[in-house]
């Protein structure tokens, strides 16, 4: 099973560093970090930064 993490602003992936290390020694794999456009990731042309264009982003 994959486990997703997605963090807000102003934080960074790096906030979920310690989560993982503690879920990987109980055997817990298929964690993936999400960076959203805008909160540390590029942002792409025309990125309006709509609730909906976030939505979609996630659902990608």
Same mark, same amino acid.
């Given at each position: 099973? #994959?486990?997703? $993490? =997605?963090?807000?602003?102003? &934080?960074?992936?790096?906030?979920?560093? &310690? /989560? !993982? %290390?503690?879920?990987? +020694?109980?055997? !817990? +794999? %298929? !964690? !993936? /970090?999400? #960076?959203?456009?805008? $909160? %540390?990731?590029?942002?792409? +042309? *025309? @990125? *309006?930064? #709509?609730?909906? &264009?976030?939505?979609? @982003?996630? =659902?990608?």
């Amino acid at each position: 099973m #994959t486990i997703v $993490f =997605v963090h807000g602003n102003p &934080e960074t992936d790096a906030i979920w560093s &310690e /989560l !993982v %290390g503690e879920l990987a +020694d109980r055997g !817990v +794999d %298929g !964690v !993936v /970090l999400l #960076t959203p456009p805008g $909160f %540390g990731a590029p942002v792409p +042309d *025309g @990125w *309006g930064a #709509t609730r909906s &264009e976030y939505r979609d @982003w996630l =659902v990608r």
